[in-house]
């Protein structure tokens, strides 16, 4: 099985009610990159990588798509069986720039999953479930929308609500929390993102004048030094989500003891081969994790599934998917979806998940 093409298409994604707004940027559409490498044998395996706009995290998709210019060519003519010489290939034609070799990543373990007959989750180390808990991520929003929402998801299913704060006055946000925890108390556990937004001061104050809701905190401040200075000063547990920039800031985090838990993303940490470490890692001092993208249809969809069903159930904080906030699937006939606040995980040889033939349009690279 050696790589004979690799196609790259470039896919939009308008956000379904119009705006998705986080405390470092609202977005609007998203620009996915695709790669499908095809091999002499006929197989065909796929991959994504999505960076929600430019500002979100340094990744934006013009620099995956340059990143993966710089790979491909290199990859022509290799026989897809070891991942992690693969990776070893990849290394040696560019430093870094783990967001874009994710793609390649994913689509190597399609390729191998398809030729084994076995599904990504059993690379991965196996499955521990067939069906793994999501979480539904509320926008910045006035509080009593918001809670509503809340409420509604909850009713649907969502085992865990993510409550998007920042970028507005202290006041706002603390009421929005408030309004969730009175609309939802224990039915759904609640997560606070600040996605980056809050100084150290805000992130103290808003701690402390909502003491009695338990959720916890992701990602309050910029940087993981700031949020280092929580410990100690915040009663409630700090996650990291942005800050996880790679593998070594994970480990950094956890040996620092800062980190109560993470917001994981495939393509941020490099793929899902590098996600084994990190999902170890955790199991190592027992925190909880989620199994992420930024965004994506459903190439990255069905990787975030395949490697949530490998993670310790009791520490599985959800495989967030784009899918509430986009139109339709790239796979009609084995969508990834949610169902009651779950996702089932794909059974198929390798993702499971196949494009509709030609629906991204012409390749805009073909090596
Ligand atoms: C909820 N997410 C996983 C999707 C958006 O990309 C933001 C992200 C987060 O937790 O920051
Ligand atoms: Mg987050």
Sequence with gaps: MRIDRINVYSAQ???????YRMAS??????????VEIVTDDGFAGWGETCPIGPVYQPH??????????EIAPGLIGLEIASIRLLAKQ????????????????????????????????????????DRVPTYYSLIVGPPDETAKIAADKVKAGYPRLQVKIGGRNLEEDVAVVHKVWEAVGYRARIAVDGNRGLT?????????????????????????????????????????????????????????????GFGFKVTRLGGLTKMTTVRDLCAIRSLPHSCD??????????????????AEPRRMEGAWIAQEYIKGHFDQKHPVVIKQGHIAVPQRPGLGVKPEPGMFGKPVAIY
């Design 293 to 310: 993208d930024a965004w994506g249809g459903d190439i990255i969809a069905a990787a975030c599934v395949h490697l949530a069903a490998t």
């Design 200 to 260: 150290v001061a805000a992130a103290i104050h808003l701690d402390r004048l909502c003491q009695e809701v338990p959720f916890v905190f992701e990602q309050p401040c910029n940087t993981m030094d700031e949020i280092a200075t929580l410990k100690g000063r915040v009663t409630h547990p700090v996650y990291l989500d942005e800050s996880t920039e790679d593998q070594n800031a994970v480990l950094r985090a956890i040996s620092l003891g800062i980190a109560d």
């Design 90 to 129: 990849m290394d040696e034609r560019l430093n870094g720039h783990g967001y874009a070799k994710a793609a390649f990543d994913m689509a190597f373990l399609d390729l191998l999953g398809q030729k084994l007959g076995v599904p990504v989750s059993t690379l991965l180390g196996g499955a521990l479930t």
């Design 25 to 34: 940027a609202d977005v609007e559409a998203l620009d996915s990159t695709l």
């Design 13 to 19: 994604l308008p956000v379904k009610n119009g705006v």
């Design 60 to 69: 934006h998709a013009l620099g995956a798509r340059a990143a993966i210019a």
